[in-house]
């Protein structure tokens, strides 16, 4: 059974900080991306960031403009987490955060990789609130 499970949500005030973990099971995570999507009351969802396969891509990593020198993505192989690093939080940053994972393949795009649509597999969501 494929399973994504997000943990670290909560609230934060203005300039601080959050993790949060993506812990994956019931596929081989080495020939998947994940990426971090998240979705805000009466919008649309959207992508954060990426983080290729070992196996295509080499863990290449890929951001959406509006967390680009904020937010860090890393995975950890031997733990089948992926993670999202927050710094800088800014109240706009405030929505339902969802990791998910998409079967990787060495021709994606970073539009590809940051495209919600594309995903196959999504966890259950963890709520982010940055207060002003």
């Known amino acids: 059974e494929v399973q994504l499970v997000e943990s670290g949500g909560g609230l934060v005030q203005a300039g601080g900080s959050m993790r949060l973990s993506c812990a994956v099971s019931?596929?081989?995570?080495?020939?998947?991306?994940v990426g971090w999507f998240r979705q805000a009351p009466g919008k649309e969802r959207e992508g954060v960031s990426c983080?290729?396969?070992?196996?295509?891509?080499?863990?290449?990593?890929y951001y959406a403009d509006s967390v680009e020198r904020r937010f860090t993505i890393s995975r950890d192989n031997a733990k089948n987490t992926v993670y999202l690093q927050m710094n800088d939080l800014k109240p706009e940053d405030t929505a339902v955060y969802y990791c998910?994972?998409?079967?990787?393949?060495?021709?994606?795009?970073?539009?590809?990789?940051?495209?919600?649509?594309?995903?196959?597999?999504w966890g259950q969501g963890t709520q982010v609130v940055v207060s002003s």
């Open positions: 019931g596929f081989t995570f080495d020939d998947y991306a």
């Open positions: 983080i290729s396969s070992s196996e295509h891509d080499d863990s290449t990593t």
């Open positions: 998910a994972a998409l079967e990787d393949r060495t021709f994606f795009t970073a539009t590809y990789y940051l495209t919600w649509t594309w995903y196959d597999y």
